[in-house]
């Protein structure tokens, strides 16, 4: 459902501390999450799709059109996106379009797919007016609409590229659908899912929602007053979701949720159904957990796991002519999922104290849900001297606090953030732990980003507990390890 695309995409915008090799990684994964959300497009319909690989084919600016019109006294700003690489329709001589419109609302700009894109556009210099809609756009009278003018040499050019080796972002190649699937992958575990995220969730989720709440499709819903639900006919789900054939099986087998949608208990007893309940519990938001174990450089002040050397012995059997870089990558995966596995299974994360457990029962979850949406204390400090994201956080978010800032002002933050040359990444002076982490060898503080490997063991527990002495004699390499250490943990 949409709520676990809001949910991702103001973590990755608020709370995510991970760094990608450019800022414009993040934009793209957002635009990308949100376009699968709202028309269910395949990934290799976005991006170059693993059986198509070398083509560089995907979504270019030449199957954008960017317009504005007149619409009930109001300029009203929309893309039309074009899918030549639709699956069983690459080559064909027509293609399907999809209209977005930019949200009204602007509480709801964080999840435009039409707000991103115009981000991306400032930021290629694709179109050549369209610097006028950060200052006054003005439509004649005598036009219903306009369609902006893209400019020579830019067709081709991908919306969503990859990162080259050095980290900058490619100048012509399109982004792979393997690389955004492992960016898919990891950002739903740094969210918290139990489930692993995929593109096909988002397809999914667009499908279901298509298909209405049923079973009171196309008509007044009962258990949400003053409402009328407008679904659309199965021709038109099946339109936007790229299926074939007079029946409807594909849906059905591959894309129907196998939880049922309906509050049955309600149902039976006659009264109105909780249907935004029974559509969370058949969300992947269902089974969140924000404290569930993240891939290792999720976080900026994480303690690395140090394979041990009867781990990589162990690896060695089964992978006898594997180099040691790839058995250690084996083994910190196979250490995160066994870690992860055994957060999901057991009971002790669901135990609450007394007053939490009464707190819960009187519904009182205030304080959870506002810890939950806070960022942790190193991404305040991220934030800081991060000023393009932390530009682009104060357009969408602040809007409780005080009026929405102009369209352009919010244009030129997401054109900030998705400029192609923009800094690799930043480094935040503060940002180490409060936690004071002691050798007692050295009798002096160790940077707790440094003290598992200080420490010479195979597996560290929580930073600031003591787990075994320094065993390097190496006075040059100890005040190498221990430098500056007095000043960032002050």
Not at 72 to 89: C, D, H, I
């Amino acid at each position: 459902m949409f709520q676990s695309t809001e949910d991702i995409v103001e973590f990755l915008w608020r709370r995510d501390e991970f760094e990608y090799s450019r800022p414009r990684m993040r934009s793209q994964l957002a635009w990308i999450i949100c376009t699968m959300s709202y028309a269910g497009f395949r990934q290799g319909e976005i991006v170059e799709s693993v059986d198509w690989l070398g083509l560089n084919e995907g979504i270019h600016y030449r199957d954008v059109d960017v317009q504005v019109s007149r619409f009930q006294g109001a300029l009203q700003y929309s893309v039309m996106v074009r899918l030549r690489n639709r699956k069983g329709q690459r080559g064909g001589e027509t293609w399907m379009s999809s209209p977005f419109v930019m949200e009204s609302d602007p509480s709801n700009w964080y999840t435009c797919p039409v707000m991103q894109f115009l981000g991306f556009a400032l930021a290629d210099d694709v179109y050549d007016d369209l610097s006028n809609i950060t200052s006054s756009m003005k439509l004649p009278q005598s036009a219903n609409s306009h369609t902006f003018q893209m400019k020579a040499g830019k067709e081709h050019l991908p919306v969503c590229r990859r990162a080259k080796r050095n980290g900058s972002i490619s100048p012509d190649r399109i982004m792979t659908g393997s690389l955004l699937w492992k960016y898919l992958k990891d950002v739903g575990y740094r969210c918290g899912y139990k489930e692993q995220l995929s593109g096909y969730a988002f397809r999914r989720g667009c499908g279901n929602q298509l298909e209405g709440p049923p079973p009171y499709r196309h008509c007044y819903f009962p258990c949400w007053p003053n409402i009328f639900i407008d679904t659309v006919t199965v021709a038109q789900r099946r339109q936007v979701m790229g299926h074939e054939g007079k029946f409807d099986q594909v849906f059905q087998k591959y894309y129907a949720s196998d939880i049922i949608g309906i509050d049955l208990a309600s149902v039976v007893r006659g009264r109105s159904q909780n249907q935004e309940y029974i559509d969370f519990m058949r969300s992947i938001t269902f089974g969140r957990d924000t404290n569930a174990p993240v891939p290792a450089g999720s976080l900026i002040n994480e303690i690395p796991y140090v394979v041990s050397e009867e781990e990589l012995e162990q690896l060695r059997v089964p992978y006898p002519n594997q180099k040691r870089n790839d058995l250690v990558k084996k083994a910190k995966k196979s250490h995160f999922e066994t870690k992860r596995t055994a957060f999901f299974t057991t009971l002790e994360r669901h135990q609450y104290s007394l007053e939490g457990a009464n707190s819960l029962q009187e519904g009182d979850n205030s304080s959870q849900e506002g810890e939950e949406k806070q960022p942790s204390y190193s991404c305040k400090v991220m934030l800081k001297y991060d000023h393009d994201r932390r530009a682009v956080i104060e357009s969408f978010w602040s809007l409780w606090s005080q009026p929405p800032k102009p369209l352009g002002e919010v244009l030129r933050s997401l054109q900030a953030v998705a400029d192609p040359s923009a800094r690799k990444r930043h480094y935040y002076p503060g940002a180490e732990f409060k936690i004071q982490c002691f050798c007692p060898n050295l009798n002096r503080l160790i940077r707790p980003t440094n003290f598992a490997f200080h420490a010479g063991v195979g597996y560290h527990p929580r930073a600031g507990k003591i787990i075994a002495r320094c065993t390097d004699n190496d006075s040059r390499k100890k005040e190498d390890t221990s430098a500056g250490l007095e000043d960032a943990l002050d």
